[in-house]
């Protein structure tokens, strides 16, 4: 069984389907005997089965065909800042799904951004504090706002 691209056309328009048949002509005969012009009809690789959630901390990418502990198969995780954590070997990723990936997060960089230069800067130390390592935590406690902005921004924000 795999999964099949389907371009037919809709009167004037081209309309994309997504279907599971076993094999090229069983995928186009439903299009076919319903009138549509099929233009073509492509095999999907097993990795374009992709499911993206949103969570509150940020954005994961799966691979619905595999599973891993009762859960899809992670293959990456964007935190809101725009972070990049790869749960997968990239080596076995496409260049497409890691191309999208990092256009994803650079997105999401910019939204932070975007939001993160509007706090004031007790604000800023907040959302700081809430979100570095235990161990980085217990060091920047007790430093002034400005030296924790300054010294572990960069660390929260890591350059994708």
Known sequence: MGRYQIIYMEGNTARESIVMAENRTAAEIPFRMAGKYVTACNELPRDVN?????YPGGTVYCDRNRMENGDYKRLAFITNAGNVFYKADMSKLSP???????????????KFM???????????YEVIMDHLPAKTFLDAVGKPIDVVVEKYFPEYIKVV
């Open 96 to 110: 497409e799904l890691i191309r999208r990936i990092h256009t994803d997060a650079r997105k999401e960089r910019e």
């Open 114 to 124: 975007e939001q993160f230069n509007r706090l004031s800067q007790i604000r800023k």
């Open 50 to 54: 992709l499911f993206i959630g949103r």
